[in-house]
């Protein structure tokens, strides 16, 4: 069987079907196999340019375990006491910490002791949903709403009617605190799964227990456990092809027979797991045979793209930990350029992830740093391409805002490569550089979403594209799904 893509999901489809004796080859058309798991060089240092967050260690866990392997075998975790530092350019600097004692005590000094009492309860709320929804929905082949109520009973639905029926996220936050520094910092959560918080549900405040449950940095980079990955999948006998193109996939008598590769190469295959966007297949680019495979996601539909900078940089005047968020005031002015007019930012919010650090405000020896550096965009790369001055312009907002907040990042030709939507959608095609498949946007997106079963016999489907949803170990549940759905369409024979 062929696995297309070899990101965290292709990945862990492979090592669930190979260690179970199945013959599995991968196509990866990158030089090395990590999908959105990428490195970006500047000045000779490797940055991990795609996911910087290591979070819901028990998935790794238990496809390792799986695997016979230790995770802490395999990969070097170490785990962040201080969730990320937030600042904003007009209102101070706030530590959400891992501990939540420790974040109500930061908040109190922040905002108030009102607002840390708010925090907590926001805290146990957050944990009340996560554990309605881990087993229902996220651990779920596919969940639909008549079978999500049905599993969730009376407590359960409780729980999320207590959240307000068909409250946004954004709404919901409101509630919760007064300080609206509040509301954009955990209101970044659905940015998360590629939303808007004035239009994601508000069972998205989830996200809050899955840090609280556990951030990491992982000692290499994020590439590391790509590497980790793809050297389990080969211990178990998975073949995996770097700079293999494939073309189309073959569909003959109504189901999958192989794949052609774009030198004309030919692998026959009963089944196929196509690890890469749905929109890739509706709109043809895998074959016009494997276009009903899936519905197109509208381009309305389509979650954020970005505009990154991966930089090898000096840096001075603000105490940079691994992650770090930067906030403007007008937030929602963000979301409507993005969303509503298609245009890069006005007033962004910027992420940047310091990777040579942990929690500690020491910075590095070195004269540079590696740093991502991440603004929110509209996945039109498709469509336009921004042009030089405007990506500029941009940028000359989002290092603007780094400066009110006290950070001095030396930023040049030399040391910084852009990465733009267009960049995204070459990389990711069919996706308009939309890197979280749908948007998150009203409270029946999680159902809109595909499962693991196309619409052709022996075709599967994982990533960020499908449920559970998108994110490093979302994706990598949804390769375990498809791999359990292949075996059992196989009579679990394997």
Same mark, same amino acid.
């Given at each position: 069987?062929?696995?297309?893509? *070899?990101?965290?999901?292709?990945?862990?489809?492979?090592?669930?079907?190979?260690?179970?004796?199945?013959?599995?080859?991968?196509?990866?058309?990158?030089?090395?196999?990590?999908?959105?798991?990428?490195?970006?060089?500047?000045?000779?240092?490797?940055?991990?340019?795609?996911?910087?967050?290591?979070?819901?260690?028990?998935?790794?866990?238990?496809?390792?375990?799986?695997?016979?392997?230790?995770?802490?075998?395999?990969?070097?975790?170490?785990?962040?006491?201080?969730?990320?530092?937030?600042?904003?350019?007009?209102?101070?600097?706030?530590?959400?910490?891992?501990?939540?004692?420790?974040?109500?005590?930061?908040?109190?000094?922040?905002?108030?002791?009102?607002? *840390?009492?708010?925090?907590?309860?926001?805290?146990?709320?957050?944990?009340?949903?996560?554990?309605?929804?881990?087993?229902?929905?996220?651990?779920?082949?596919?969940?639909?709403?008549?079978?999500?109520?049905?599993?969730?009973?009376?407590?359960?639905?409780?729980?999320?009617?207590?959240?307000?029926?068909?409250?946004?996220?954004?709404?919901?936050?409101?509630?919760?605190?007064?300080?609206?520094?509040?509301?954009?910092?955990?209101?970044?959560?659905?940015?998360?799964?590629?939303?808007?918080?004035?239009?994601?549900?508000?069972?998205?405040?989830?996200?809050?227990?899955?840090?609280?449950?556990?951030?990491?940095?992982?000692?290499?980079?994020?590439?590391?456990?790509?590497?980790?990955?793809?050297?389990?999948?080969?211990?178990?006998?998975?073949?995996?092809?770097?700079?293999?193109?494939?073309?189309?996939?073959?569909?003959?008598?109504?189901?999958?027979?192989?794949?052609?590769?774009?030198?004309?190469?030919?692998?026959?295959?009963?089944?196929?797991?196509?690890?890469?966007?749905?929109?890739?297949?509706?709109?043809?680019?895998?074959?016009?045979?494997?276009?009903?495979?899936?519905?197109?996601?509208?381009?309305?539909?389509?979650?954020?793209?970005?505009?990154?900078?991966?930089?090898?940089?000096?840096?001075?005047?603000?105490?940079?930990?691994?992650?770090?968020?930067?906030?403007?005031?007008?937030?929602?002015?963000?979301?409507?350029?993005?969303?509503?007019?298609?245009?890069?930012?006005?007033?962004?919010?910027?992420?940047?992830? *310091?990777?040579?650090?942990?929690?500690?405000?020491?910075?590095?020896?070195?004269?540079?740093?590696?740093?991502?550096?991440?603004?929110?965009?509209?996945?039109?790369?498709?469509?336009?391409?921004?042009?030089?001055?405007?990506?500029?312009?941009?940028?000359?907002?989002?290092?603007?805002?780094?400066?009110?907040?006290?950070?001095?990042?030396?930023?040049?030709?030399?040391?910084?490569?852009?990465?733009?939507?267009?960049?995204?959608?070459?990389?990711?095609?069919?996706?308009?550089?939309?890197?979280?498949?749908?948007?998150?946007?009203?409270?029946?997106?999680?159902?809109?979403?595909?499962?693991?079963?196309?619409?052709?016999?022996?075709?599967?489907?994982?990533?960020?594209?499908?449920?559970?949803?998108?994110?490093?170990?979302?994706?990598?549940?949804?390769?375990?799904?498809? *791999?359990?759905?292949?075996?059992?369409?196989?009579?679990?024979?394997?």
């Amino acid at each position: 069987m062929v696995v297309i893509g *070899a990101g965290a999901a292709g990945l862990s489809a492979a090592i669930d079907l190979a260690r179970r004796g199945l013959s599995v080859t991968v196509l990866e058309r990158a030089a090395e196999p990590g999908g959105k798991l990428r490195q970006v060089h500047a000045l000779g240092a490797g940055i991990d340019s795609g996911p910087t967050v290591f979070t819901m260690r028990w998935v790794f866990e238990s496809l390792f375990a799986d695997a016979g392997v230790r995770l802490d075998e395999a990969l070097a975790l170490t785990p962040l006491s201080v969730l990320a530092r937030h600042a904003w350019g007009e209102g101070g600097r706030l530590d959400l910490f891992a501990d939540r004692e420790r974040s109500a005590q930061a908040i109190g000094e922040f905002s108030g002791p009102q607002e *840390a009492r708010r925090f907590l309860a926001f805290c146990e709320q957050a944990a009340a949903v996560y554990r309605t929804l881990e087993g229902p929905y996220i651990r779920s082949a596919r969940p639909t709403l008549t079978g999500l109520t049905r599993a969730l009973g009376p407590a359960g639905l409780a729980t999320l009617w207590r959240l307000g029926p068909l409250q946004t996220l954004w709404r919901s936050l409101a509630r919760h605190f007064h300080d609206p520094r509040l509301q954009q910092l955990f209101g970044r959560y659905a940015t998360y799964c590629g939303g808007s918080p004035m239009r994601a549900p508000a069972t998205l405040m989830l996200v809050a227990q899955v840090e609280m449950d556990g951030v990491w940095a992982v000692r290499g980079g994020m590439i590391a456990l790509a590497r980790a990955l793809a050297g389990l999948a080969q211990r178990h006998g998975a073949q995996i092809r770097c700079q293999a193109h494939c073309e189309r996939i073959l569909v003959e008598g109504g189901r999958v027979r192989g794949v052609l590769l774009a030198d004309g190469e030919r692998l026959a295959a009963d089944s196929v797991v196509f690890n890469g966007d749905v929109g890739a297949l509706a709109s043809g680019l895998l074959g016009e045979a494997a276009r009903p495979a899936a519905r197109p996601v509208p381009a309305g539909a389509r979650s954020l793209s970005a505009l990154t900078w991966s930089m090898n940089a000096p840096t001075e005047g603000f105490p940079l930990l691994h992650h770090n968020v930067f906030f403007d005031q007008d937030y929602a002015s963000e979301f409507s350029d993005v969303f509503g007019r298609g245009q890069l930012p006005r007033r962004p919010t910027v992420y940047l992830c *310091a990777q040579d650090r942990l929690d500690h405000d020491a910075a590095p020896a070195a004269a540079g740093e590696r740093l991502l550096c991440l603004v929110n965009a509209p996945p039109v790369g498709d469509r336009r391409a921004f042009e030089p001055p405007e990506i500029e312009a941009c940028a000359e907002r989002a290092f603007g805002l780094l400066a009110r907040c006290g950070l001095q990042v030396t930023r040049n030709a030399a040391n910084a490569v852009v990465t733009t939507p267009a960049d995204f959608e070459r990389l990711f095609p069919a996706t308009g550089g939309a890197l979280y498949g749908r948007a998150s946007h009203g409270w029946m997106t999680p159902f809109a979403r595909p499962g693991s079963a196309s619409r052709i016999p022996g075709l599967w489907l994982a990533g960020g594209s499908v449920h559970p949803g998108p994110g490093v170990p979302m994706a990598t549940l949804s390769g375990r799904l498809a *791999a359990q759905a292949l075996i059992a369409g196989l009579g679990g024979s394997a």
